[in-house]
């Protein structure tokens, strides 16, 4: 059985949690909600640890600048 990693885990019980707590409801779309969930805090924390140099934190994340500038602009990030 494959060990599932601590950022796998917490979605997972995240997205148990949501689904439970629907009551009836009808969902979000949960791909992007997820998603966006966990892109915006880890771009976050990637620019902060590369000292807000976009060359180095979009090598960290391995998406070239553009893309990184394009979901800075997205999720309003400076």
């Not at 391995?62 to 999720?75: A, D």
């Amino acid at each position: 059985m494959i060990k599932e990693n601590d950022i796998a885990y917490c979605v997972r019980k995240s997205v148990e949690s949501y689904l439970k707590d629907l009551d009836g409801e009808r969902p979000h779309p949960l791909h992007d909600m997820v998603i966006s969930s966990v892109e915006k805090p880890l771009i976050e924390m990637v620019l902060k640890y590369a000292g807000g140099n976009q060359t180095r934190a979009a090598e960290l994340l391995g998406i070239n600048r553009n893309t990184l500038r394009s979901k800075m602009k997205h999720y309003q990030i400076n």
